[in-house]
């Protein structure tokens, strides 16, 4: 296991803080039944939390076995406010939450250029537009590409960059604990603690974009293992005739999934130059050239969802990311792919369908840096 990150609770009382974050109110006696501890150890490690006001007992008291009054344990979700960020290659979208990742506001500031300094100008301004930056507790930066443990960007290719340490230079200018990850690990935790994840051991996320992306939790841990970032589920084959990649692989996920792939092959049909969403558009119109491409593109993504789930044996794909919209438009063929794909007896697949636009990235950047700052702290 050396070569995975094991993003799951690493302490008693870590465990136990995640739980109550998850699943609150809960009652003590659930809880120390969930974590396997006495109900003396929960009371021991709860302790230093209600102390710190990271917990605290719930207003609606239940009736204990013995007829007495108990207060189940539940987030205090003001004691803590974060700075969750996506960054793309063209800006720097952010949220401000609680601990428990709920959005208090939104900001969004431009990236002049790819340079560096620039890149942090916007993210320390987008922190700014939210609020005193001393009244946050830490920052969550998530990015597509490839990131170190210590929070250094070793590759982002939609910025140009290589061994960027990125976390250092935030946390200079702010004072504030800073967290980098990749994006589709980021949200990954976000729908297991807040999303369509949450309660459940084992699922997968796949996200459509600029590029494709793919996560998995297994046994309740977040499987990030050190090329989560390169984007290899780009990489799958779907179609032995597509179109070519930029990495000159025929038919693979980026070369049919992806937003700039459907627009390039309805532009190559066509000679039209249309946006994403006007292809959407026009494929719920019939538009002869715009359907092809889009249930093409559809068949394929129910080929990806079967394989994610043929191989993992999970249950649970959730959709996510701004060019999702294709699973509604083509539904039919995403479904019909998916069922060829299966055998008869398995349990069916589960898809849900997530918000593509970007505050639910940011918000996956902050579910990390409650995870790794508040939660990182206990013993």
Not at 164 to 184: K, S
Request: charged residues 20%; aromatic residues 4%.
């Amino acid at each position: 296991m050396d070569a995975v990150t094991s993003l799951a609770p690493s302490s008693p009382a870590r465990a136990l803080a995640r739980e109550v974050l998850i699943r609150g109110p809960i009652s003590r006696g659930d809880l120390a039944s969930r974590l396997g501890l006495s109900v003396a150890s929960l009371t021991r490690l709860s302790k230093p939390l209600l102390d710190a006001g990271v917990l605290r007992e719930s207003e609606e008291a239940g009736v204990a076995s013995i007829g007495r009054p108990v207060r189940p344990l539940e987030i205090s979700p003001d004691a803590h406010r974060f700075v969750g960020v996506k960054l793309t290659g063209d800006t720097a979208a952010a949220v401000a939450t609680n601990l428990k990742a709920d959005v208090a506001g939104t900001g969004e500031r431009a990236l002049p250029s790819h340079a560096i300094e620039d890149v942090v100008d916007a993210i320390v301004g987008a922190v700014a537009d939210l609020g005193a930056i001393d009244q946050f507790s830490g920052i969550g930066i998530s990015i597509g590409g490839r990131v170190n443990a210590d929070s250094s960007v070793l590759r982002a290719p939609f910025l140009g960059w290589r061994d960027v340490p990125l976390a250092d230079l935030v946390r200079q200018r702010t004072g504030l604990p800073v967290v980098v990850e990749n994006d589709v690990v980021t949200l990954t935790i976000a729908e297991q603690w807040f999303g369509a994840g949450r309660g459940e051991k084992d699922f997968a996320v796949l996200t459509v974009g600029a590029g494709v992306g793919y996560g998995l939790v297994i046994n309740d841990v977040v499987i990030a293992p050190p090329d989560a970032g390169l984007g290899l589920v780009g990489h799958y084959p779907l179609d032995p005739t597509g179109p070519r990649c930029m990495d000159g692989h025929r038919g693979c996920s980026s070369a049919v999934l992806t937003i700039p792939a459907i627009c390039s092959q309805f532009a190559a049909s066509t000679g039209e130059q249309r946006s994403y969403a006007e292809i959407l558009a026009l494929a719920a119109r019939g538009h002869p050239v715009a359907q092809g491409v889009v249930e093409a593109a559809g068949t394929a993504l129910g080929l990806l969802v079967s394989a994610v789930a043929n191989l993992t044996m999970v249950d649970l794909v959730i959709l996510s990311g701004e060019g999702m919209d294709l699973a509604d438009v083509a539904g039919p063929s995403l479904h019909a792919a998916i069922d060829y794909h299966r055998d008869p007896e398995a349990s069916p697949v589960r898809l849900s369908r997530q918000p593509t636009d970007f505050a639910q990235w940011a918000r996956g950047a902050a579910a990390v840096v409650i995870q790794r700052t508040i939660l990182g702290t206990l013993r």
